[in-house]
Each structure stands twice: as C-alpha cells, then as structure tokens.
C-alpha cells in the first residue's frame, strides 16, 4: 500500500476523533503526496528549441529583405537610365552574381573539410571519457558531418567522370 491510500484510510477511521485542525493537516499533507510526482517543466527544456527556430526564421527574413532592397536598388538603376535617356545597363547587372560554375576541385575540397570535420567530432564522442547523454548527440552530429563530406567526395567523382565524357564526345 502506498501512503497516500493508507493516509485515506486513516482519515477515514479517524474522522469522528480527530480536530478539525488535525483533519486539515491530514488532507494538506494527502495534497501534498498526490502532488510530489510531478515536476515544474524547466524553462531550458523550451526556451532552447524556442530560440533556435526563432533564429533561423530570423536569419530567413533578414536574407529575403536584404535580397528584396538588392534587387530594388538594382531596378531603380535601370529605371533612372531609361529617365535620363542613357542606356540600359548590361542585363548581368540586373541578375546576381554571374556564377561560375563550380570545379571539381571545389566539390574534393569541400568533401575533404566536411569529412575531417566529421571524423574530428565523432573521435571526440567516441574518446570522451565523461560518458553523458552528450556523447550519443555529438556522435550522430559527427556522422551527420562525415555523411555530408562524403556525399560531397561522390558528387566530385560523379562531376569528374561526366566532364570527362562531355570532353570525350567534343573530341
């Protein structure tokens, strides 16, 4: 029997016996057990997860507003050039960034930060000595970044192998 339901039968028996100031102390204190299993959520548990969404939201307006104002300043160009009688600026202006294409290179090169990176974090899970709840986060962080590296390693191979075909068929 637990002590809550052997505090009921107690107020039960005693009821007639017992002080109106005893039956209280009796009932807090039954309130009081019935009460002790639950914990207050601590306010870390949701203002983490609260202010990491909170952020990349953030991150996401200010990147679409500034983009937004780029492109505007860019239109508004054009459009003082067409008022002046001027000529239109070159169309590359109008766009972003021409962008180059990326090499193979730059995919080896990212494979090879992102899978170093990997490897460093899961050796630094795997040989932590204070063994938490942390260990098992930064290993799947550290396969996460492994993973990523090497997807990037395929990519240049895969890029590597289709540039040498498109060359193969111009010759």
Do not use: C
């Not at 203002?47 to 991150?59: K, Q």
């Not at 990519?155 to 060359?167: E, F, N, V």
Request: cysteine-free; charged content about 25%.
């Amino acid at each position: 029997m637990d002590t809550t339901s052997i505090l009921n039968a107690a107020s039960d028996t005693l009821t007639g016996q017992l002080t109106s100031e005893q039956l209280l102390a009796l009932k807090m204190r039954e309130l009081e057990l019935s009460l002790s299993h639950y914990t207050p959520v601590d306010t870390e548990d949701i203002v983490i997860p609260v202010i990491f969404f909170l952020s990349i939201a953030a991150i996401t307006i200010l990147y679409f507003y500034f983009s937004y104002k780029t492109k505007k300043r860019r239109l508004d160009l054009v459009e003082k050039a067409i008022d002046k009688g001027q000529q239109i600026p070159d169309m590359s202006l109008l766009t972003a960034k021409n962008k180059k294409e990326k090499s193979v290179f730059d995919y080896v090169k990212n494979g090879i930060i992102f899978t170093s990176l990997g490897i460093a974090i899961l050796l630094y899970g795997i040989f932590n000595t204070d063994y938490n709840e942390m260990n098992s986060s930064v290993i799947f962080i550290g396969g996460f970044f492994f993973a990523f590296g090497f997807a990037w390693l395929l990519i240049a191979i895969i890029k590597h192998s289709l540039d040498k075909k498109r060359t193969d068929k111009k010759d």
